[in-house]
Nanobody, 121 residues
Framework: QVQLVESGGGLVQAGGSLRLSCAASGSIASINSMGWYRQAPGKEREFVANIFKYGTTNYADSVKGRFTISRDDAGNTLYLQMNSLKPEDTAVYYC???????????????WGQGTQLTVSS
């Protein structure tokens, strides 16, 4: 089991910056990648960014050049630095940890409870 707790959301003006954090605990060694997703009101949850165990990162086109995903050396805390924020970035942001399938266990996605980001125009 993996537990994920997000923090750092809030209200910010357009053009501002904010950093989200996600504290991971439990069977972290089984996790292959961690990432951020977001869900705006009335919309489906969408991918924002992820980082793999050996450092490869991916970003949604909508956040490239503005958001940066990173983690601490121990791999216990995931971050999302968000710059040049836009009103359309307003959403609940969810931390995700993905466990790949092994001989003994199926693939599985763990989720945090979410943190609200509101960007005012």
């Amino acid at each position: 089991q993996v537990q994920l707790v997000e923090s750092g959301g809030g209200l910010v003006q357009a053009g501002g910056s904010l950093r989200l954090s996600c504290a991971a605990s439990g069977s972290i060694a089984s996790i292959n990648s961690m990432g951020w997703y977001r869900q705006a009101p009335g919309k489906e949850r969408e991918f924002v960014a992820n980082i793999f165990k050996y450092g490869t990162t991916n970003y949604a086109d909508s956040v490239k050049g503005r958001f940066t995903i990173s983690r601490d050396d121990a791999g216990n805390t995931l971050y999302l630095q968000m710059n040049s924020l836009k009103p359309e970035d307003t959403a609940v942001y969810y931390c995700n940890a993905h466990r790949v399938r092994t001989y003994f266990t199926p693939a599985y996605d763990y989720w945090g409870q979410g943190t609200q980001l509101t960007v005012s125009s």
